[in-house]
């Protein structure tokens, strides 16, 4: 069974540019997350979809946006982009339920120069 | 606003010891705990998840325990392994925001040969 994948690995941009990363759900799962990941902040939650609604919300800006398709696969953009959005994003995927196991992808490490 | 504490932030053993990682959170009203460890540059890997109602879990060589009343998890790693050099990082999920995940700032673990 093909765990999370998420694409592009690696991606530099410059100050102002936008961008969009990309996350494949494992199959069946209908739960998509994002997190940010900095060595100064940790590991922060971003929203979560769910059936291509968005779930839940964490408290990041509205340069940060998401959406979720039929097929589950979800897309993440930063708009305007900041040196300080330079991190590691990770996506989780999980079958539905608030109460199940979280499988992470292996993250697209963004530079912002 | 709940908040999650890993003590120690780093540890450093010799093969073959068991150890303990420590987590704590100030809100109990959680709805599970999970465990993961994460490789340099890498994504999360799930180890254990405890629901709120348990009290422990097993998995080979690991063990983690929770006692929700007095917000605090244990991840028992018996008989370490070099393999085992990770950072391992704890996460709740509340009652009023579901599969949103607050981490902690993780245990950075050197299992030496």
């Known amino acids: 069974k093909a765990g999370v994948t998420q694409t592009p690995r690696y991606l530099i941009k410059t100050r102002g540019q936008q961008v969009t990363l990309s996350c494949s759900p494992i199959s069946g799962h209908r739960s998509v997350s994002w997190y940010q990941q900095t060595p100064g902040q940790g590991l922060q939650f971003l929203f979560e979809y769910f059936s291509e609604t968005q779930r839940n919300k964490g408290n990041f800006p509205g340069r940060f946006s998401g959406r979720q398709f039929s097929n589950s696969r979800s897309e993440m953009n930063v708009s305007t982009l900041e040196l300080g959005d330079s991190a590691l994003y990770l996506c989780?995927?999980?079958?539905?339920?608030?109460?199940?196991?979280?499988?992470f992808g292996p993250g697209t490490r963004l530079t912002v120069l | 606003k709940q908040e999650v504490t890993q003590i120690p932030a780093a540890l450093s053993v010799p093969e073959g010891e068991n150890l303990v990682l420590n987590c704590s959170f100030t809100d109990s009203a959680i709805y599970n705990l999970q465990w993961f460890r994460q490789d340099p540059g890498k994504g999360l890997t799930s180890l254990l998840l405890i629901q709120s109602s348990q009290r422990e879990q097993t998995s080979g060589r690991l063990n983690a325990s929770l006692d929700k009343s007095s917000g605090r998890s244990t991840l028992y790693i018996a008989a370490s392994q070099p393999g085992d050099s990770a950072t391992y990082l704890c996460?709740?999920?509340?009652?009023?925001?579901?599969?949103?995940?607050?981490f902690g700032e993780g245990t950075q673990l050197t299992v030496n040969p």
């Open positions: 996460a709740v999920s509340r009652e009023t925001s579901g599969s949103r995940l607050t």
């Open positions: 989780a995927s999980m079958r539905g339920g608030s109460t199940d196991t979280q499988y």
